[in-house]
Structures are given as C-alpha cells and as structure tokens.
C-alpha cells in the first residue's frame, strides 16, 4: 500500500477510532467513578496489555497471569466492562458503515451490488421481454421469517439504551466539538444507565417474551419500511414492463414461527398461537388507527372547493350517523366511518372473536360462565402486549364503547374503501395528497392484512406419527399403525384424506400429547377463520423422511378443519401449506425422490393442484452441517435444489424453497444477497423464503436505514437469481459438480474422522467449550437439546455452534475443507488452477469460500488452546486439538491457494476493520471464561462465579455478532 493510499484510509477510519475513543472514555469515567480506582486501575492494565498481544509485543500469558488469581468480586466488573467496551464498538462500527455509505452516495458512485438500484441496472442492460418477466414472476414473493429460537443474547433494556446512545452519537456527528456538550452529557448518563443495568437475565425467556421480542421490530422500523419498499419494487418493475401486470400482491410479505414452532419446544400450546396471532394483528390495527386518526385530522377538504365522486360521498354519508358532524367535509365524514369499522374489527378480531381475550378467558371458564364475554376493564392493549393504541381504541376493546359499525370482513375490503378515498382525491386533482399518508396506510394494508406476518406451524414427523396412531386406534381404524410399513400407511392416510368422516367426536378421550397438538391446530384454524388465509399460511414437517410423514400432517389439518376432503366433483382443498423439511444430508439427497412420491399419491397431488400447484419445500442448514460438515452439508444443499429443480420441471409444480438459515456460517450465515446468488439455476424463481433468528435480526432491522437496505438486498437478490444468469458456469455445469461431488465426500469423510469416529470427542467438546453453561444463558425458551443425551446429534445446533463460537474454535464453519481441498489437488498445479478459475466464475463455490474466511478470521487457536486445557486426559487433548490445528492450517493455505489472498479478510476490508477494531477487547473475556470454568469446574459453584461465566458468554456472543 502507497504511502496516499495509507493515508486515504487513515483518514477513512478516522472517525470511528474518535468515535470508539469518545465512548471508551466516557465508559470509563463511568466505572472510575462508580466502581473505584482499583477496579479501573485493573481494566485499564488488561485492556493495555490486550493490545500489546494483538500488536505481538507480549505473549498470550501477559493476560492470561493478570487474571489468574482476581478474586470474583473485582472480575465481574472486568467482565461487565469489556462487554460494554465490545457493545459500544459495534454501535461505532455501525456509524461508521453509514458515514461510509453516505460518502458513496455523495460521491455519484456506481449504485452497490445488492441495492435494487444496481438491480436495475442490470435489468436495464439485459433487455428481458415482459412474457418472460410476467411468467418468471408470478406468485412472487420475499418472505424473511423470524424464528421460534432467538439468540440476542442482549436484554431488550440494554437493546433500547444502546438504541438511544446510537442516536445521540448520529447527532453528536453533525454537530461542531463547541456545541456538543449537552449531547455529550446525555451520552454520558444513558451510559451510567447501561452499567447500572444488569446484562443477564435471571430468568429463562418466556415464548410471551419471545412473540413481544419478534413484534417489536415492527414498531421500529417494519411497519413503515416493508411497505415502502413493496410500492418502490412495484413501481419500478411496472414502469419497465407496463403491460406484464407485475406483482399484483406484495412482493415482500413478512413471517414469523415465534409461537408457532413446537419442534422441541413443549411450551407452544393452542392459547400461544392465539396469543402470537392476536397481539400480531394487535400491532397491525395499531398502525391503521394511528394513521386514520391522523387522516382525519389532515384531509379537511371543504366540498365547496372540491369535487365529491359518488363513491366518496356514500362513504361520507356512511361515515357519520350525526348529518350536521363536518357537514361539508366528506373526507373526514368517510374516514371517520372507515376508522370506525376498523375498531369495530379490532374488537371483534382481538377481544370477541376465537382469537380474543375475552374468549379465551371463557374458554377456560373464566368469569361467570355465561356465553357472552365479559367486559374488559381498562387496559386491553397493555394486556394484549401490543404497545400503545389511538385514543378510544383500548376502551373499545374493553367493551366500553359500541360504535354501531360494521366490521370489515376482510382486508380487501378495508382496501377497498381507502382506494375509494385515493380515487376521489385523484379525480379532483389532489393527488399530491393521495400520495402522502393515504398510500403509505394503504401499502400497509395491501401488505399485512389483518394478521401482520404469517405465523408458521412446525413440528417433528415423530410427533405427528404418535398422534396420528393414537387417532386411528381411538376411531377404530386401526390399532398399531405404527407397526405398518411405508405402503400400509400411505393407503390406510389416502382412504382417511378422501372421507369427510372425522375420527374423533366431542367426547373422545386422548392423551395430553394429541390434545395439545390438535389444540394447536384449532387455535391455527381460529386465526385463519379471524384475520384470513395468510395468518397462518404454512405447515412444516421438522425431520420429514417420507410420503407418510407428509400424509400424517394433511390429516391432522383434516381432523382440525382446515382440509377439505373435497367430493368426486370438487378437489380437496386446504388454506395451510404442507412444507416438508429436510435437514439431515441423507434427506437432503432423498429429498426430491420423497416429494416425487408425495405427488405420485392422486390425493396429494389434487390438494397440490387445488393451491395452483404451489409446493414449499424446506431446506435445514443446522443439522445438515452438524451431521456432515461445512463442505458437505453446503454442497448437499446446493444438490437437493438442483433435484428439486428438476422434479419441478418435470411435475409442473411451482417450487418455493424456504431456506432455514441461521446467524452464523455454521448454521447457513453470511451474506443474504451472495447467499440468494449462490443458489442454483431456477431454484428462486421469484420466490424465497429465509428465517432470520436473534442477534441477527436486531442488527438487520433494529434501525430504519439498516432495515431498508438489508430487505433491499433479497429482493435484489432474488429478482437477480430470477431474471438474470448468475451462475455463471455453462457448459461446464456438469464438471463442475463432479468435482464438488468428491469435495464434498472427502470433506465429510475428514469431518466425521473426529466427530463421529474419535473416541472421546464429545467429552473433549464437552470439556473444552462452554456447552453445559449455554443452556443457562437465558436466551430462548426451548431446551438446549431434543431429549436428555451425551450424543451430538441430539444436541441442537444452536449450543453446538455457539459453544465453539466461545471458545474461539468456529468448527462448524469450516473443519473438513482444508483436507478435502489439499487431497483432491494433490499438489498438481492444474488441479489448483481449475478451483481458482471456480472461485472466479462459480458463485456458489465464492461465496462458500468467503463464508469460510469470514469464520475463520474470527477463530483463534491460541485462545483455544487455553480452553483445551480445562480437558482432563492429557492425551485426548493433544489428540484432538492437534487433528483441530492441523486443519485449520491447512484450511487456511488452501484458501490462499486457491483464491490467491494474501489473508483471509482480503475481500472483506470491512470485516478485518471491525476484527481489529474489537478482538483486544474479547482477550479479557475469554482469558476469564477460561479461568471461572476452571473454578467451576474444581468445585467452586458459587453464584458469582456462574453469573460470571455467563457475563462473558454475553459478552463473547457480542462481540463475534453471532451467538448461534
């Protein structure tokens, strides 16, 4: 680097080193004066002596003997302190990345790769025909799903303090340093708050909490974004095939499995999914009253100045029972109606009705008994969790005001009467005024309906079977259907699916297991009779094996109400989508032939037909990774697709993928945009479905700006994979994946070598890592494994990832690769050049190469080693954590190798910036897990000592920005 060059990016960073240099001090006055000189005497020597490791002036012991012998209640402040110094880095960091992008935007730079401006862009250049466009399109959608599992580590009372400190620092930005003092003051006291607050939870999150956790991001940002980008991505794609009658539905349409998914959860039951349901569509009439309200404030259109169509006035006449209120003022008279049928089915949808409060409550036999629900006193909103409503509506809700209107029956038709108000104001020449607040509700409305997101139901093929045979041998159809084989079952599923015939009446008696499950199902079914088809729009199969497996899921929506049989003139037909999820490699590679199956079964295939021939499949990136290996499981992935792709074609169904990715590189992490491109030829199609989980999701659309340009980039993405060729390989396809066929096979086979075949590698793990500890961290609802075991295939991927995460191992994210890479090159230079020219051309191989940088960059085998120590058998330490070494070297020399970077980071200069920036501060952290585990371990299991274990996983988890 040249000597301006250096300079050019000295001055670049600049503002972030102030930024981090600002906060760390005002941290630091905080704990001087709040904990004393000795305590910060001691931090301040640690943090020195971390950057004296990270410039390789001292060895690791440096801090390793500073913190050997502190006694607790001076480490739990250190602890406390690095965390914070890390949360406060990554708040820098995030100011910095908008500062940079602002200087891009400034600059009339190119637009960047996953903005739809550079979409358009190529777009533009590729010249498509809109048949092709039209066809591509169809039934498109972008679905991000936030998911059962969170792991943001952080409490929502740290997540708002630090969300206040972020807008003080963007304030603090545009302010001259001589007019800063009365921020700087603020700064100063909400960091006082932060180290005042307590950074662990006592106590294991409730799913209430988790549903109130998922829903707030709508509050933040969700309800405003989401809907102005779908108009944006509209209007863009209409104004360039204006006949090809482009995405008549929203193409960005939000889920969520938080209440929904009971795969290992027990604490999901039929009064959770009302619950998810409710407050949901709480959070949705919320935003519709707040801008009705305001809409009537503002539209004050006199009609003896404008115009008033036939439509327009009817609404008026409608809109208030009084003819003398706002006489001559139609708007208001229309949109006071319109707000008062929306309250109408607020009350209805989130009091009255199945989903409601009052009616839960006599379901349980709450009140009187009586038929008629209670009234409910006072704050109703509070109650439903659905943060702050318009004035009247929480006293509506209580029961305390009849408006006398209507309910809407459904979203369209609340849509109608709002295009009623847009076409009038259109047709008088105030269209400046239809495009303000009007079309901003109308977009939401057009986009979340009456349910807001789309609530997901999951659960275990296991479960669905034992449910299943306690049904039929209740109904006397048969008494062990467990023991029949494949083919008994599906005939024995596909006579029960053509009856109308329910296997149950009112009185039977069932276990508490098939109670609850068909109890969850009818409270499914109460959200879709409520709010609509799109509440609760799909039903996943979690370890699905077989065409049984997906059999026994339609009939427990038949037994629920939500299948229709159908008659011998009608097909079947069902609101709920039947997703089977395949997560293990070997049933990724027998997914296509299990659908095919499914589809060759004529009751499937009608009900497939019945929903246009859409079928969802899902593809599990956790446990195909645990199972084989970074390598393998991704390439195992990348060939269900390519088999799901041909059945499609094949078939005529219209596949919809749903990719279930978690935060890190070793659950399906990393870049959604190169991720989305990464997939094979016609597996997008228009449509993509992804969950989003924990820290993930505050990072992504905790703030407006990040949460535009992230949901910005799937629909880039996926209009990108749809419309354009980005695979980039040819007619060298077929090559190309015979040799990732043996890659992926060499990389498995050194995978399982240690994990599956090495004597005591799990005690090793177990050992080594924090894994007992991570089921304390109090960060979700569902236990850390499926059922009690020492195995870890029963462990979940969460603990199995976020455990090595900790100590600084990161194998998941990339163990296998170097040895698969080094033995099929062989040492032959041809060999090297044909992966390099892959990595060139081949996104799928980029992006699991960049993916494996990323991970590895944040490893550090010399923390490692430290971790490595607590295993008690000498010998199977230096055995495993060699053969863990030895891999890691050599990962890393093929990764140069191949892609020809002198580091890891070398395509990634933001992410280096961000690990130099913030790894001296994780020395402290892991030096200290190391020692209190070591104390845990040797029998002092004192209170402090565990919080302490748990601050620094907290603080670890912050700091790497992946927890799981």
Known sequence: MGESQADTVHEAIRPLREDIRFLGGVLGDTIRDHEGPEVFDLIERTRIEAFRVRREEVGRSAVAELLADVDIAVALPLIRAFGYFVLLANLAEDLQRDRRRAVHEGAGEPPQDSSLAATYR????????????????????????????????????????????????????????????????????????????ALIRLSRLRIQDEIAVGLRYYELTLLDVIPAINAQVRAALQSRWPDAGLLPRPILRPGSWIGGDRDGNPYVTSEVVRTAARQAAGV??????????????????????????????????????DPDSYADEPYRRAIHGIRARVTATAKYALVTGALGVAAGERDRGAGTGSATPRSLSGGVAARLGVGQLPDGLDAALAGDIDSGFPAYPTPQAFLDDLDTVDAALRTSGDGLLADDRLAALRHAVETFGFHLQGLDM????????????????????????????????????????????PLLGPHAQLSELATKELGVIAAAKDAIDTLGADAVPNYIISMCTSVSDMLEAALLL????????????????????????????????????????????????????????????????????KDGGYLAANWALYQAELDLVELARKTGIRLRLFHGRGGTVGRGGGRSY?????????????????????????????????????LESLIAGTVESTLLDVEGLGADAEPSYAIMDDLAARARAAYAR????????????????????????????????????????DLRAIPWVMAWSQARVMLPGWYGTGTALEDWIGGDPERLAILSDLYRRWPFFRTVLSNLAQVMAKSDLA?????????????????????????????????????????????????????????????????????????????DDSELVKRGILLTMNGLATALRNSG
């Open 558 to 625: 038949k037994e629920g109400g939500l299948l229709e049989p159908g008659a011998a003139d009608a097909e079947p037909t069902c609101p709920v989508g039947i997703v089977p999820l395949f997560e293990t490699i070997e049933d990724l590679d027998a997914g296509a032939a299990t659908l095919a199956a499914a589809l060759g079964v004529p009751v499937y295939r009608n009900l497939i037909a019945s929903r246009g021939m859409q079928q969802e499949v899902m593809l599990g990136y956790s446990d195909s990774n």
């Open 754 to 793: 240690l994990v599956h075949e090495t004597p005591g590698f799990v005690e090793y793990f177990r050992q080594s890592t924090p894994v007992a500890e991570v089921g304390d961290l109090n960060i979700g609802s569902r236990p850390a494994s499926r059922k009690p075991t020492n195995s870890v295939a």
């Open 284 to 321: 949705a009439f919320g935003r519709y009253l707040r801008d009705l309200v305001e809409l009537e404030k503002r539209l004050s259109q006199s009609a003896r100045l404008v115009a008033v169509t036939p439509g327009l006035a009817a609404l008026a006449a409608a809109g208030y029972p």
């Open 674 to 710: 190169d991720a989305i491109l990464a997939q094979p030829a016609g597996a997008v199609r228009g449509s993509l479905r992804l969950t989003e989980q924990g820290e993930v999701i505050a990072a992504k659309y905790a703030e407006p700006g990040s949460a535009h340009r992230n």
């Open 863 to 939: 923390i490692a080693a430290r971790y490595a120590e607590l295993v008690d058998d000498t010998q199977l330490r230096d055995h495993i954590f060699g053969m863990i070494c030895a891999e890691h070297a050599r990962t890393v020399a093929m990764h140069a190798a191949i892609t020809g970077n002198d580091h890891l980071l070398a395509d990634n200069p933001s992410l280096a910036e961000s690990i130099h920036n913030r790894f001296p501060y994780l020395e402290p952290l892991n030096q200290m897990q190391v020692e209190l585990l070591r104390r845990l371990r040797s029998g």
């Open 122 to 197: 190529k777009l533009d250049a590729a010249g498509l025909p809109g048949d092709r466009v039209a066809e591509l399109l169809t039934d498109a959608l972008v679905s991000p799903v936030i998911t059962a599992h969170p792991t943001e580590t952080r409490r929502r009372t740290v997540f708002d303090t630090q969300t206040r400190i972020t807008e003080l620092m963007r304030q603090r930005q545009r302010y001259p340093e001589r007019e800063r003092g009365p921020l700087e003051l603020e700064i100063r006291r909400q960091v006082l708050m932060l180290w005042r607050t």
């Open 458 to 501: 999951r659960q275990n093929s296991e479960i669905h079977e034992q449910v299943v045979a306690e049904l039929l041998a209740w109904a006397g159809v048969h008494e062990d259907y467990r023991s029949l084989p494949e083919s008994e079952r599906v005939e024995l599923l596909t006579a029960e699916l053509r009856t109308r015939r």
